[in-house]
């Protein structure tokens, strides 16, 4: 072996995988690379399309670059590149360009092929490193559909404000000076009302109303609002439920930042299952809204494969469960008469979190004022009746466990339901652990939210201590990934030709169960799995790592539950047989669950153990 052979040699059996190899390994690798010398005169000469190669960096430093000219990674001594063309066939989409010149050792495929054969390591090391580009968020750079964007991303206008003593030939002057619709009405830099045009046109004009008179007279008290940082589908959604064409955009601290119209969102989308939600709000009998939901499941089939993140099919698919349930609401009341008193409609479980699927069941309940009279009841319990058993016509099927507003259990007061949480939280029995996954995830729907917001204020009050932490963490980790030795998946079903994995349970309910009990141990308000973790990256519970691992897997395992969902596989909902995948989606599943398991034993170590 000559001196520069002997040097390579050295350098890379100190690399992964070689370092876990035998030295014959090494040793062949260091006897059949190219050596270059990488600047920026000709970085173009490599990774290109048709002559995939395996680059190990020696020296200096290297931006990974992809066609949309993101950057994926900056690379530097011991990083490889290339290797996914390699492993897949696919063809070279990235380029690389040079931050410092250095030294990059080059294998080509018939040589990188070989190893992969000789060392069966080798090519796994190669395998989950390319899992993990996969997995990754920043690698899949996907171009967000509009649902997807957050609202501060289609403002293009400072909010517009007037004060409630000011008279309204004023706001219609300022109205006209900035060429808005509609203004906000503020009090010490809160939002306290709205005024659009309509509202001239009807309140004022039509009304003879004089144009002297204060706004505080004729605007609209407490208009509906938005966080900056809600998504689009949601503030459509927003202004389908309540007809409202103007939408106030509020900071987390309440402050107006600007305001969305319809016209805005119209601009971004020609969505059929957003009109179909519109169509949903509009129903005047139960006819019609049946037929809209026989439209659902061949819609959302046609919707996903114009969508490049398919887990927004779990947002539409609640936004229809909600839409259905306020017009079934509706319905009653229209054929019934008005509720006697306030109530509030709350779901619970994948609704809340508005994960739906398409073999999702009900999860719901009534929450009542504490001065219900008794035979007021009986008007909530015919109308949970009704509308659970008219949801179920509709395609959303009862849940097994009875948690719905049918049933007397979740019809109560807001005492009464804080009870309950309390209960659970100071007695953590494992069914009381069992109740905590469904109930801890809450949303409401329709009526009088100012109920629903006593009931999240008196449950904010509850303490928790570690020793309720402590018995949800040990719960969780009574669910097992279906890995066992030799990475070899365990599959379940008695059928041979039938043997399959629970994507759900082995998989994306212990992510939401850890990140509930995270939530919940940082006090973080919000239901939906993904918004949690977007909350927790500003907290000190779980390192950025972890986070984006969590965020990861649980889009990657939700898109394959999906997606199994509706090519109709042939086996029970939530599951999948691997042997239908690929063998690098094989690897690709494994190492999620790799680190589901990862986040389960964490999850254990920080809390069943009492190190926080």
Known sequence: MTPEIQDIYQFVLKQAPFSELPESAASYFAKHLEIVYLTAANQH???????????????????????????????????YFGYPSLLTGDAIQNRIEVQQEGLLYVLAQPEFDFLRREYKAFEQYFVRAHANRLLSSKYKQQNETWSERKIAEL??????????????????KKMSEFGVSSIMVTEQAKLVGLVTDRDLRNRVLAKDVSPELALAEIMTRSPKHIFENNRVFTA????????????????????????????????????????????????QNLHTLKTCAQEIPEL????????????????????????????????????????????????????????????????????????????????????????????????????????????PECQATVTQWTEKFSAWITSPTPKAMLNCKIYFDMRFIDGAGDLYAALSHALAGISKNELFYAAMASDINTNSVPIGLFQQFKLEGEDSKHKYLNLKKRGVAIINDVVRLYALRAGVEKANTLERLDTLAGGQLLVKEDLDNLTDCWRYLTQLRLKTQINHEGLPANCINPEHLSSLERHQLKEAFYLVKQAQQACAFKFARGSL
């Open 155 to 172: 403002m293009n206008k400072a909010a517009v404000s007037i004060s409630p003593t000011s008279s309204i030939r004023e706001a219609a």
């Open 300 to 407: 959302l089939r046609k919707f996903s494969y114009h969508i490049e993140d398919i887990s927004l099919i779990g947002k539409l698919l609640s936004g229809l469960t909600d839409a259905m349930t306020s017009r079934l609401i509706f319905l009653y009341q229209d054929k019934h008469g008005q509720a006697p008193c306030r109530f509030a409609w709350i779901c619970f479980g994948s609704q809340a979190r508005e994960e739906q699927t398409l073999h999702s069941d009900q999860d719901n309940g009534l929450l009542l004022p504490d001065d219900v009279e008794p035979h007021h009841r009986e008007y909530f319990a015919a109308m949970g009746t009704f509308v659970c058993e008219q949801l179920n016509e509709c395609g959303i099927v009862s849940c097994p466990g009875n948690i719905m507003a049918s049933n």
């Open 236 to 283: 459509l959604h927003l202004m389908l439920k309540h007809n409202i064409h103007h939408l106030p955009v509020l900071d987390e601290n309440f402050r107006p930042l600007g305001m969305l119209t319809s016209t805005d969102l119209l601009r971004q989308q020609k969505s059929d299952p957003v009109q179909l939600i519109g169509r949903i709000y509009k129903a």
């Open 45 to 79: 000469h490599w990774l290109k399309s048709g002559e995939p190669n395996l680059y190990l960096i020696r020296s200096g430093l290297v931006d990974l670059i992809s066609p949309k000219d993101e950057l994926i990674g900056r690379m530097s001594q011991g990083d």
